[in-house]
Nanobody, 126 residues
């Protein structure tokens, strides 16, 4: 049984940094391409970033490009999202997701992912 657990959320001021972690258990992380999504209050969940199985290919939404970095440590079964220069509009619940449909490429579409974490809340104050 695959489980994803996110940690690292919290309350920060605008301009600060946070690093989210997602630990995968039940299977080896290298089986999966991974993604981060977020859902702000009253809004639909949206794509943030994705990374392929070896970390050789990544892709970001325009809203976070240049500020967020996704990376992974397969030996630790952990995927990270480094978030710099945070803005109030980054406030959301952040979800980690995994897909094994084709782990060699990146995936931006929510429905591609079969496994999801419970989410971690990030709040950015102005």
């Amino acid at each position: 049984q695959v489980q994803l657990v996110e940690t690292g959320g919290g309350l920060v001021q605008a301009g600060a940094s946070l690093r989210l972690s997602c630990v995968v258990s039940g299977r080896t992380l290298s089986d999966f391409a991974m993604g981060w999504f977020r859902q702000a209050p009253g809004k639909a969940r949206e794509f943030v970033a994705t990374i392929n199985w070896m970390g050789t290919n990544v892709y970001y939404s325009d809203s976070v490009k240049g500020r967020f970095t996704i990376f992974r440590d397969n030996a630790k079964n952990t995927v990270y999202l480094q978030m710099n220069s945070l803005k109030p509009e980054d406030t959301a619940v952040y979800y980690c997701a995994a897909t094994d449909r084709d782990h060699t490429v990146v995936h931006r579409t929510e429905r591609t992912y079969d496994y999801w974490g419970q989410g971690t809340l990030v709040t950015v104050s102005s």
